[in-house]
């Protein structure tokens, strides 16, 4: 058995799933609400404060789903209960963005700024610094693909070069660094 796959998903408090025609999957919270279509040979049951998942037989490609299922359920039942949360740190001179209701401007070190669009379900926040330390973007959202998705696509916009480590990166993330040209002696 799937280790992952085998473990039950504990529903908290004030929080709901359902089972709706096609297997789907709904899952209801304080921060919001989540659905996922699950493959019909899974089974998921959901019996009292827990969710179940099983899959038919040992074949490899139930086997690599069972987990799979059990894990973007458990996923969504985190988010709809704690939400999800990335920290991101704009290196470098002039760097910085800005929220302005769903845009985010960014300034990037190139000629022009940057505006980019979130999605209905994801929040940003830029927290005040201290003078002297780099900026630092927070975008919460309860849909831990999309909040990864829109993390991955602002890191994209100037990713961290490996000789200064001017760029964005997340918070925490440690860059591999490489040295510099040197003069060559004679």
């Given at each position: 058995?799937?280790?992952?796959?085998?473990?039950?998903?504990?529903?908290?408090?004030?929080?709901?799933?359902?089972?709706l025609?096609?297997?789907?999957?709904?899952?209801?919270?304080?921060?919001?609400?989540?659905?996922?279509?699950?493959?019909p040979?899974?089974t998921?049951?959901?019996?009292?404060?827990?969710?179940?998942?099983?899959?038919?037989?040992?074949?490899?490609?139930?086997?690599?789903?069972?987990?799979?299922?059990r894990?973007?359920?458990?996923?969504?039942?985190?988010?709809?209960s704690?939400?999800?949360?990335?920290?991101?740190?704009?290196v470098?001179?002039?760097?910085?963005?800005s929220?302005?209701?769903?845009?985010?401007?960014?300034?990037?070190?190139?000629?022009?700024?940057?505006?980019?669009?979130?999605?209905?379900?994801?929040?940003?926040?830029?927290?005040?610094?201290?003078?002297g330390?780099?900026?630092?973007?927070?975008?919460?959202?309860?849909?831990?693909?999309?909040?990864?998705?829109?993390?991955?696509?602002?890191?994209?916009?100037?990713?961290?070069?490996?000789?200064?480590?001017?760029?964005?990166?997340?918070?925490?993330?440690?860059?591999?660094?490489?040295?510099?040209k040197?003069a060559?002696a004679?």
């Amino acid at each position: 058995m799937s280790r992952i796959g085998k473990l039950p998903v504990n529903l908290p408090d004030k929080v709901s799933a359902e089972l709706l025609p096609g297997n789907v999957v709904k899952v209801k919270g304080p921060l919001g609400e989540l659905s996922q279509k699950v493959d019909p040979d899974i089974t998921v049951a959901i019996e009292g404060k827990q969710i179940k998942v099983t899959r038919p037989n040992d074949l490899p490609r139930f086997r690599s789903m069972h987990g799979l299922y059990r894990a973007l359920i458990n996923n969504m039942v985190v988010g709809v209960s704690t939400g999800y949360e990335i920290k991101q740190e704009f290196v470098g001179v002039g760097y910085r963005v800005s929220v302005q209701g769903p845009v985010l401007v960014f300034s990037l070190g190139y000629s022009h700024e940057i505006q980019m669009m979130l999605p209905a379900e994801v929040k940003a926040e830029t927290p005040q610094v201290k003078k002297g330390e780099n900026p630092i973007l927070v975008i919460r959202s309860c849909d831990k693909q999309l909040i990864g998705q829109v993390a991955a696509k602002i890191r994209s916009l100037r990713k961290p070069e490996p000789y200064k480590g001017k760029g964005i990166k997340f918070v925490g993330e440690q860059l591999r660094r490489k040295a510099g040209k040197t003069a060559a002696a004679k």
